[in-house]
């Protein structure tokens, strides 16, 4: 979806259109859960802080944030993909992988159709990625927005790969795209020319993966619901956070959205632990948890500070925030945040 969460807030209040508009943050304290596309002119971006926004735009409109309005309109859209396929896998409220490759249309006439629908039943514009696997497909999805569609064929991955800036990579942010750059890598075709070996010397397991991922060679299927093991919620940012008191503001809206979550949509669970996942600039992970059956802040604000504890004073490039579920039947070596 088109920055879904202010695209509804313009849909419920029309004299929005054509503004800067933020969604977020109670106050100048808080954070942007996401910003429109007239405020991302002037720079403004989710999880920045507010008052950040508001000096890099100063007619910025904040608006609060409203998660039973957003899932409401998440569910219709989950419905309609479910006209066209079973295979869905949601990624968050307003994103998901979707395998139609069962069906006799193509796919760039299915996508047009959903689209299509979803403007007529909701009043809200999405953008679709079309391809032979996610990691293109996902990055064909930015390519026309706000409300368009791109299609990478099968024999048009190689030449789509190699022209891209490496930045375009899932995974690689500033940090290593200043690294790549160091060494004379600016697209994928430049990092082609490393083989997996040195890759691996230079970033260890991460340089193995992008050896993969520059070529656009991803075999994750696409995994429908199951029952929920955990729920989590994490943000990727677009600048990497420096300081461990820069981390809690985010962490807070994270926490507002997971306990509406649970509610909302896990009432009857039972939470066995509490998590915090945090992973570094050079793309090591920790994660720090805590039995327990309730969402507490002040605990996830301890277990923040012992995961930031870990990183030796590492910038943060993801954050994240979760809870595990009892189940009697689950095996002990579950994987929180795939």
């Known amino acids: 979806m088109d920055c879904f969460y202010a695209a509804i807030e313009e849909r419920e209040n029309p004299a929005l259109r054509g503004k800067p508009v933020g969604v977020g943050g109670r106050d100048r304290r808080g ?7 007239e405020a991302r002119k002037f720079g403004c971006r989710s999880a920045m802080p507010v008052f950040k926004a508001f000096e890099l735009c100063p007619q910025l409109v904040l608006v609060p944030v409203q998660f039973d309005l ?25 994103e998901a992988y979707l395998d139609v490759s069962h069906l006799q249309s193509s796919g760039a006439a299915i996508a047009r159709e959903i689209r299509a629908q979803i403007f007529e039943e909701t009043g809200l514009t999405a953008s679709a990625g079309i391809s032979s696997n996610k990691l293109i497909a996902k990055i064909a999805s930015d390519w026309h927005k706000p409300n368009g569609q791109k299609q990478v064929a099968g024999e048009e991955i190689p030449a789509f790969m190699a022209a891209l800036p490496v930045g375009r990579i899932w995974g690689v942010g500033q ?16 990092l082609q020319q490393l083989d997996q070996i040195e890759l691996s010397r230079r970033f260890g397991k991460w340089g193995v993966e992008l050896w993969h991922l520059c070529r656009g060679i991803d075999d994750r299927g696409v995994t429908p619901d199951r029952t929920r093991k955990s729920v989590s919620s994490e943000t990727t940012f677009s600048e990497n956070i420096q300081e461990l008191p820069a981390l809690v503001p985010p962490m807070r809206v994270m926490l507002d959205g997971l306990i509406e979550d649970l509610a909302k ?34 605990v996830f604000e301890e277990l923040l500070a012992e995961a930031w504890r870990r990183g030796n004073n590492r910038a943060v490039r993801l954050l994240g925030v979760g809870v595990r579920f009892e189940d009697p039947h689950e095996s002990e070596q579950m994987e929180f945040f795939g």
């Not at 954070?31 to 596309?37: K, R």
């Not at 915090?276 to 994660?287: C, E, G, I, P, Q």
Request: hydrophobic share 45%; with cysteine; glycine share 4%.
């Open 31 to 37: 954070v942007l859960t996401t910003a429109n596309y």
């Open 265 to 298: 949509a896990h009432p009857d669970r039972v939470i066995r632990s509490l998590v915090v996942k945090m992973k570094f600039a050079d793309f090591h992970r920790t994660t720090a948890e805590r039995a327990g059956h309730l969402v507490e802040p002040a």
């Open 175 to 190: 940090k290593m795209r200043e690294k790549l750059s160091a060494i004379g890598i600016e697209t994928c075709a430049d």
């Open 70 to 94: 957003y899932r409401a309109v998440s569910s219709r859209i989950r419905a309609i993909f479910g006209r066209f396929t079973e295979l869905i896998e949601p990624l968050s409220l307003d």
